[in-house]
């Protein structure tokens, strides 16, 4: 049994989105699964029963399965993370937070204000020991299987030692979340010998190859798309947040304009195009569980559809029920007393 | 009149790609501009004689534009730079820049080992007072106009200084090799806030402010590949090595792919798409000149084919004669002499 608790005021399409996402992930989820609306009452239970009467009608069967928990603040998508965080006790990112550390719910999904998401995380959820920040996880469709990214924007500044804690946590998100046994880890660098990369990267190579990791050495920007290096696998990628979130923004960029391009010259649509690369499919995977908190927080792009917050749904359903957070923790434990 | 030496020895094609490319480049040249092929002057003698009689026989007039000056040792790609320079001093590579700061040559380019035409450059050519290093321009085809990223590798440990140092030969490079008045400069970074980004970017920001340059601000990955940012064309991107070249390598490889993709997709050939693009023609530049160094030395890939050595070869002769590395120069003192 799981009880998601749902921003239902976070991101561009809200209240709308959050709850359409919510009954598709209903009819999807076995009976036992509750899903928390978190939001200004009267919109949220308007918009329900708009929904349930309408478009929706089909999935009346799973109201029952719905509870809507009253949040009278909304943060804005341009409010200061920490300001809302102290201003907004009410809010439904930090009413939703709450209940997921007072046992109330399972876990926690938002398309909303993706700082103030990390900050309430971080303050309420609390990080595993060791880490100062907690990480974000992102996914990259490739030509092969999808990889795991991270850190993709919350630590810009990183020491070593936490690229070999980004290095941890990625191996238990890729076991736990993509099904992947011995994940391979590679270190985002400019060349791959081991001397290749700036003073931060060649000293995480280092602590990387007496790591308890698959540690395959470092690999190269063009590594990526192709999801493997030198022809085996990549399952997960090692890089500091700031290099990770330059490329992922380039990424979500580079392909629209790519196949865009492709079609104008083909004479084709480039919607369709884009709907018929599954590859491609960015609603797929849906969120990023935010990494190194001591719960599940999990974090939707403000422009997410229905299905892409459906999937996120069904992802902090996975991993509440494999415990992937308490895995990191021991990791991560079991890590520092080793190296004390 | 310029005269451009060309390593006849260097890429996965040499010598008959580079000697391809000097004749390609002297039919669209005018007449006053003559090449140096720098190499082992018997193959070199036997392919120029084999391609003017065959494939290239209408070329036979342009014969006497070019001369052959003898180098026997070859710098292989796997030798250590400063090795390679220390041991091979009768190397295309030595010899041919060694014509440059004799005089006896206006540039040279190379498709050669990319470590060793630096070392050798930054050694005899000299950098302007004030470098540590001197800086890879790469060219990023975008959904506009062509943008100049630098440092795409060369220097992967940035200070704040060095940064505004790129920003200014970036100026420089665009206003003379790409023709752009009052270039629109961009700093990498992982938001539009000043306050945004790694602690060498904070710092990088505020000295552009205050820097004789049309500094747009932060511009965000999403940003490259539309070659704007909030509307406006894009020129200059300034960002570390590391950064940068991650992003060129993941660039010149997620373009094949998605492409590839699409192709698949929709039944078409994807080389034959690839061509199509003209916006996508990598070998459109050629070549990458090393900025920074007190002459002109430019960078081509490994795998140039004849059209790309053949533009490498005018960009040679455009950087020559537009007097841009004496511009660089004169920036940069006086930058330094306004801060001191």
Chains 1, 2 share one sequence.
């Not at 965080?85 to 204000?113: H, P, T």
């Not at 700082?115 to 907690?134: C, E």
């Not at 018929?276 to 559809?305: F, M, Q, T, W």
């Amino acid at each position: 049994l799981a009880r998601i608790a749902v921003d239902a005021m976070g991101g561009d399409h809200a209240p709308q989105a959050p709850i359409a996402g919510a009954l598709l992930a209903l009819a999807e989820l076995p009976a036992q699964h509750h899903i928390q609306l978190i939001g200004r009452s009267a919109p949220v239970t308007a918009e329900l029963d708009a929904l349930l009467s309408d478009e929706f009608a089909a999935y009346a069967p799973h109201r029952s399965r719905i509870s809507i928990v009253d949040a009278p603040d909304v943060i804005e998508m341009t409010d200061k993370p920490t300001v809302a965080l102290r201003g907004k006790q009410q809010s439904s990112m930090v009413i939703g937070l709450r209940r997921v550390v007072e046992g109330l719910a399972d876990g926690f999904i938002s398309a909303g204000n993706t700082g103030a998401q990390m900050a309430a995380s971080t303050v309420l959820l609390k990080l595993h020991p060791g880490l100062t920040r907690p990480a974000i996880g992102t996914i990259f469709p490739t030509a092969r299987q999808p990889v795991l990214m991270l850190d993709a924007g919350a630590n810009v500044d990183c020491s070593a030692e936490e690229l070999v804690q980004f290095a941890r946590i990625g191996d238990v998100y890729a076991r736990h979340l993509l099904g992947r046994t011995s994940p391979a880890v590679g270190l985002l660098s400019i060349g791959e010998e081991a001397e290749k990369g700036n003073a931060v990267v060649k000293e995480a190579h280092q602590l990387l190859r007496k790591a308890d990791l698959n540690f395959i050495g470092n690999i190269e920007g063009r590594d990526i798309p192709n999801g493997e290096c030198e022809g085996s696998p990549l399952d997960v990628i090692v890089c500091d947040g700031f290099v990770g979130n330059v490329l992922l923004k380039f990424y979500e960029s580079v392909a629209p304009m790519l196949i865009g391009m492709v079609a104008r010259s083909a004479g084709l649509d480039a919607d369709t195009v884009t709907r018929s690369l599954k590859h491609l499919d960015v609603d797929e995977y849906g969120g990023a569980p935010l990494l190194g908190v001591r719960g599940v927080s999990i974090i939707s792009h403000g422009s997410s559809s229905p299905r892409a917050l459906k999937n996120a749904i069904r992802m902090a359903v996975t991993a509440s029920e494999s415990g992937m957070n308490e895995e990191i923790g021991r990791r991560l434990s079991a890590a520092a007393s080793h190296t004390a």
